[in-house]
């Protein structure tokens, strides 16, 4: 079965800069020749130290930053080459969701602005809106509200339902419960679990804690430097590491 989201040796270069001291230009590899499927459904755990590049591959995986090299596949379909009118169907299948409940809501903005953004002035905005609320357990009363008036765990449902409402088939998760209390994690990694249950919905979820990862992941890719070290199955990366460094992360969450 073809992936729905696939990276064929993706590398991803910071812009070139001027040294100026010894006047040659020159630039940072951030990715280099990474190789990723996600199949629909499945979950992809991403882990990795700090600065490994997982921040990155998930802007690149979700078409947000464009890849230096090598392309993103959506069910077959390059983010970049693909025509416009495929482009323009594609975006609102890839959705992402970010780790600070707290900066990632637009202060200014209600509920109903924030979860109905996406649909600018589609009919039927506000049935849209409900539904989505519902998938994650709110109601349509607290719509009028704002970002402020909610905890941590509150704001990471509304950041969901955001990412619902356009019916994505990926969601792009970069360590979107870390900022949360342990209990509070737990319920948001349940609603994840339900909602991909039941809409078949595809995860990459990066996060540093593999308690999180093991929890949710069918495969695991272990980042390192910007290249993948190791991939497979969760139960195998987990329980018998073959690489050094992901033997390292295992070993240090303990
Ligand atoms: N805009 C930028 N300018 C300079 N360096 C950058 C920039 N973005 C990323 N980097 C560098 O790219 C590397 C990968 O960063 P990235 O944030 O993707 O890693 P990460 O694994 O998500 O890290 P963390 O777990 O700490 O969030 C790091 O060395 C980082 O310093």
């Known amino acids: 079965m073809i992936p729905i989201l696939q990276a064929r040796d993706v590398t991803y270069h910071l812009a070139e800069r001027q040294n100026r001291v010894f006047k040659r230009r020159f630039s940072k590899a951030i990715l280099q020749n990474i190789c990723l499927d996600l199949h629909g459904g499945r979950t992809l755990g991403i882990i990795g130290a700090s600065g490994s590049g997982k ?37 609102p299948s890839i ?15 209600t509920v109903r602005d924030i979860v109905g ?39 990471q449902r509304i950041a969901i339902a955001r990412s619902l409402i356009t019916r994505p ?3 792009i998760a970069d360590e979107a419960v870390s900022a949360l209390d342990v209990s509070t994690q737990a319920v948001v990694l349940n609603l ?24 949710l992941s069918h495969d695991i890719a272990v980042l390192d430097a910007g290249h993948i070290v190791e991939s497979g199955a969760a139960q195998d990366i987990l329980h018998a590491p073959a ?8 070993e240090n969450s303990y």
Not at 64 to 85: K, M
Not at 95 to 109: C, K, N, S, V
Not at 198 to 208: I, Q
Not at 243 to 250: D, E, G, K, N, R
């Open 117 to 155: 953004e996406p649909l600018a002035d589609a009919p039927n905005r506000d049935a849209h809106i409900a539904s989505a609320l519902a998938e994650v357990g709110l109601s349509m009363d607290v719509a009028g509200r704002y970002p402020q008036a909610f905890s941590g765990g509150q704001r």
């Open 55 to 91: 921040s990155t591959l998930c802007r690149v995986l979700s078409g947000l930053v464009s890849p230096s090299g090598g392309q993103v596949l959506y069910q077959g379909q390059d983010l970049e080459t693909a025509p416009a009118d495929v482009r323009k169907k594609i975006r």
């Open 95 to 109: 959705q992402m969701i970010f780790q600070d409940p707290y900066g990632a809501l637009d202060p200014r903005q």
């Open 192 to 215: 994840l679990l339900d909602l991909q249950q039941r809409h078949g919905l595809a995860y990459v979820f990066v996060s540093h804690d593999l308690a999180v990862i093991r929890h």
């Open 243 to 250: 690489h050094p460094v992901t033997q390292a992360l295992i």
């Open 169 to 171: 088939s990926v969601i």
